[in-house]
């Protein structure tokens, strides 16, 4: 059996986690073995309704009247728990920050090594793996050994396909934690002002680099952004010059992305940003510069000034009705 975990905020799913489950499901199939996933507080137990469509046969909701939000080591003790007394042949998490922290925390209690940002998987006595490396501009052939495998999936590289199960339950399971097991927990959240769309949610990207010239450039950006549903993003040159918050920016250091398009206005596009906009469906460069490295990573290019670009692009929409 495969065991799936599934990763989410207080109840909203994070998408990575279909992306886990079509990648556990298929090394299921392959194995001749099945997928069952792991579901983590009364707050996302709704979840446990759309799994069947993924694959998954089973669903192993964990209930605990401490487990209100997100703790690392009590969500790991829960899987270890399942893990001793199911005894999967391998557990499988999305490669999110939360995934990837709680597959940690098992690896340990287990002492069992773990292949973290796989993108394919090949069983074996030893799983063959390819993971991600060097923030995706390596890509590392590695095998995986262990009574039990663990691995991560590297988001945004395994499309996210369903493909329903014949049958379904779900499994309700009350987990043996300490007060240790809680020493970190999410007890607090600054949200961001307005209702801006978020960056990980946004089915449009504008992004400015440098080029923008400075935090009133960003204007054209915020408009076009407005006009689309969309969020504005940055390149870290953007946050070490003061124009855009942190909390904006786009790359290795920031958000990861995955847009239906990214709008690249004035970016180099460096390694380190592109990083966090390849999962983009479709990339549209707009520099004075068409050698830029951001350009041979790009779907569309305009070769101008995105002073005058963008605020074109928003007048036609503009005249198609947008607004």
Known sequence: MILCLIDHDRGKLNEVSLEALTLGRKLAGEMGTSLEAVVIGENARPLTEGLQAYGATKAHLVLHDKLDDFAPEAWAQSIVGLAQSLNP???VTPGSEQGNEVLAHVAARLNLPMAANCSAVKPGDSFEVTRV??????????????DIKLLSVAPHLVPAEASAADSF???EVTPELSDKDFRVKVTRRDI???DKISLTDAKLVVSGGRGVGSSEGFAPLEELAGLMG???????AVTSHGWRPHSDQVGQTGARVAPELYIAAGISGAIQHYIGCKGAKHILAINTDKEAPIVSKSDYLVVGDLHEVLPAISEELKKQGYA
């Open 89 to 91: 042949e391998a557990i």
């Open 133 to 146: 490396r060097w923030g995706g501009s390596l890509l590392e052939d590695a095998h995986l050994s262990g």
């Open 169 to 171: 339950s779900v499994n």
């Open 192 to 194: 961001a002002e307005g």
């Open 230 to 236: 969309g969020a504005v993003g940055c390149s870290r």
